[in-house]
T-cell receptor, first 117, second 113 residues
Framework: AQSVTQLDSHVSVSEGTPVLLRCNYS??????LFWYVQHPNKGLQLLLK??????LVKGINGFEAEFKKSETSFHLTKPSAHMSDAAEYFCVVSYRVVSSNTGKLIFGQGTTLQVKP | EAQVTQNPRYLITVTGKKLTVTCSQN?????MSWYRQDPGLGLRQIYY???????DKGDVPEGYKVSRKEKRNFPLILESPSPNQTSLYFC????????????FGPGTRLTVL
């Protein structure tokens, strides 16, 4: 069965310090993995995606994530937080539904990132 | 500009009063979905459509209907809304059912009293 767990519901960092948002997944197949960001009163925006190419994936706004198969993790990092990074972040695993041959997304519960001045 | 639009963005209604939330995309995408977002639960898929006149249930379809008469539009219908359908709703689209990256609308915040 496919699932995704975001290990922290809330993370607080100071501006200029590193960000780490943790995500573990469970998948019977080689998964595609995504991080989406949701700013207040906005829709979800794709930050980055992993689709079995390079294990270190770079995204927008200085974020990156590393796919670690042995640890079934896909943690999101950024070297230096900015005030504009304050938002909710979703880790998402995608897999193929064989019966309908469609892609299906499973969302984590979300992590709220607070950035303090 | 490539986008997914939803209307209305905010809606307060009463139990039992039928409502429709519209969704439209201008990217010629085949695959469209509706999700609801609730605190601590992430996003859960309500219904999806693989193409015109092809729709199927997602994980939480009870109390909802959809239709796909045109490729660009995918309305969500609540025939008899109840308070447990108070939520934030997102429409999303992707190029084909084989693709994983989805483009999301801005969301519709629905309150059912």
């Amino acid at each position: 069965a496919q699932s995704v767990t975001q290990l922290d519901s809330h993370v607080s960092v100071s501006e200029g310090t590193p960000v780490l948002l943790r995500c573990n997944y469970s998948s019977s197949y080689s998964p595609s993995l995504f991080w989406y960001v949701q700013h207040p009163n906005k829709g979800l925006q794709l930050l980055l995606k992993y689709t079995s190419a390079a294990t270190l994936v770079k995204g927008i706004n200085g974020f990156e994530a590393e796919f670690k198969k042995s640890e079934t993790s896909f943690h999101l990092t950024k070297p230096s937080a900015h005030m504009s990074d304050a938002a909710e972040y979703f880790c998402v695993v995608s897999y193929r539904v064989v019966s309908s041959n469609t892609g299906k997304l499973i969302f984590g519960q979300g992590t709220t990132l607070q950035v303090k001045p | 500009e490539a986008q997914v639009t939803q209307n209305p963005r905010y809606l307060i209604t009463v139990t039992g009063k039928k409502l429709t939330v519209t969704c439209s995309q201008n990217m010629n995408h085949e695959y469209m979905s509706w999700y609801r977002q609730d605190p601590g639960l992430g996003l859960r898929q309500i219904y999806y459509s693989m193409n015109v006149e092809v729709t199927d249930k997602g994980d939480v379809p009870e109390g909802y209907k959809v239709s796909r008469k045109e490729k660009r539009n995918f309305p969500l219908i609540l025939e008899s809304p109840s308070p447990n359908q108070t939520s934030l709703y997102f429409c999303a689209s992707t190029l084909t059912r084989m693709h994983n990256e989805q483009f999301f609308g801005p969301g519709t915040r629905l309150t059912v009293l």
